[in-house]
T-cell receptor, first 112, second 116 residues
Framework: GDSVTQMEGPVTLSEEAFLTINCTYT??????LFWYVQYPGEGLQLLLK?????DKGSNKGFEATYRKETTSFHLEKGSVQVSDSAVYFC???????????FGAGTRLFVKA | DTAVSQTPKYLVTQMGNDKSIKCEQN?????MYWYKQDSKKFLKIMFS???????INETVPNRFSPKSPDKAHLNLHINSLELGDSAVYFC???????????????FGPGTRLLVL
């Protein structure tokens, strides 16, 4: 079945450091890929998404490129801020399916 | 305006009690979901309704019963609460593309359930 694997956390960075959170997936067909973010005490919210191969999703300085050849959707940000501290979830939704499959989440701590 | 709202935000109760959590969305979506998030932040789908019809029913104890009175509401009733039910429960909604849901999910703020 479809699955999402993302790097284990926590990830601890200093402010202005470069961020990469790895995400790979297994799916039949052509899924849409998502990154959701969960700030402390809140629900998940969409950060960015990509719906087909080679698409790049971007938002708030975060980027991720849909790589079908490597089945990956790694999240990157060039310079993190303390306010980026949160849990990040990679997810996929396949065509013909009713479910969104979420990864296990990666907690990010950014130190001032 | 809150897009997806849940009540209550916090729920502390004794083992064996019965409780309900309510969810409402004002986004005009036709698909709604219940998720359970454990203390390690792992998110597990429990149920989903599309146009008031149950379309996802994961392996969940039958003490959990969802009910969707209309497309904007999805409630969750839990009977005979157990310690292991302690978690954060999230409601979410999305807009389907015809019969198959597609696209972004919008989450509520969560209901923090603690069973003592």
């Amino acid at each position: 079945g479809d699955s999402v694997t993302q790097m284990e956390g926590p990830v601890t960075l200093s402010e202005e450091a470069f961020l990469t959170i790895n995400c790979t997936y297994t799916a039949t067909g052509y899924p849409s890929l998502f990154w959701y973010v969960q700030y402390p005490g809140e629900g998940l919210q969409l950060l960015l998404k990509a719906t087909k191969a080679d698409d790049k999703g971007s938002n708030k300085g975060f980027e991720a490129t849909y790589r079908k050849e490597t089945t990956s959707f790694h999240l990157e940000k060039g310079s993190v801020q303390v306010s980026d501290s949160a849990v990040y979830f990679c997810a996929l939704r396949n065509t013909g399916g009713f479910k969104t499959i979420f990864g296990a989440g990666t907690r990010l701590f950014v130190k001032a | 305006d809150t897009a997806v709202s849940q009540t209550p935000k916090y729920l502390v109760t004794q083992m064996g009690n019965d409780k309900s959590i309510k969810c409402e969305q004002n986004l005009g979506h036709d698909t709604m979901y219940w998720y359970k998030q454990d203390s390690k932040k792992f998110l597990k789908i429990m149920f989903s309704y599309n146009n008031k019809e149950l379309i996802i029913n994961e392996t969940v104890p039958n003490r959990f019963s969802p009910k969707s009175p209309d497309k904007a509401h999805l409630n969750l009733h839990i009977n005979s609460l157990e310690l292991g039910d302690s978690a954060v429960y999230f409601c979410a909604s999305s807009l389907s593309g015809g019969a198959i849901p597609t696209g972004t999910q919008y989450f509520g703020p969560g209901t923090r359930l603690l069973v003592l």
